[in-house]
C-alpha cells in the first residue's frame, strides 16, 4: 500500500512563501512522475506542477515563475514564491506509476491572506 504525506501548508501573507513536502512510502514500481495539484473552495482540482522521473517539469500558467517543483527519490517539494490570494487551496501529492496507476495524499491546507 502507497502512502503519501503532505506537509508544509499554513497561513501565510501575500508575498510571502511557502515549501511543500510529500514523502512516499509503501511498495512503490517505478514512479514515472510525482506532482502537485491543488483544489480551492467551491472549483475543481487543478495541476500545479509535476516532474517525471527524467526531471521533465510541466507548470499550470497560473504559477509560472512562481512555484518550482523538485523532487529526491521519493520526495517531492514544491516551492512557492509571491504567493497571492488566489494560491489559498488544499494542496495535494500526486504519485503516478509507469503502470499509469495514481496515487493521492491527503492534501494540506495554504492559506493565502491579502
Known amino acids: 500500500q502507497v502512502q503519501l504525506v503532505e506537509s508544509g501548508g499554513g497561513l501565510v501573507q501575500a508575498g510571502g512563501s511557502l515549501r511543500l513536502s510529500c514523502v512516499a512510502s509503501g511498495i512503490i514500481f517505478s514512479i514515472n512522475a510525482m506532482g502537485w495539484y491543488r483544489q480551492a473552495p467551491g472549483k475543481q482540482r487543478e495541476l500545479v506542477a509535476t516532474i517525471t522521473s527524467d526531471g521533465s517539469t510541466n507548470y499550470a500558467d497560473s504559477v509560472k515563475g512562481r512555484f518550482t517543483i523538485s523532487r529526491g527519490n521519493v520526495r517531492v517539494y514544491l516551492q512557492m514564491n509571491s504567493l497571492l490570494p488566489e494560491d489559498t487551496a488544499v494542496y495535494y501529492c500526486?504519485?503516478?506509476?509507469?503502470?499509469?496507476?495514481?496515487?493521492w495524499g491527503k492534501g494540506t491546507l495554504v492559506t493565502v491572506s491579502s
Open positions: 500526486n504519485l503516478r506509476t509507469r503502470g499509469l496507476v495514481e496515487y
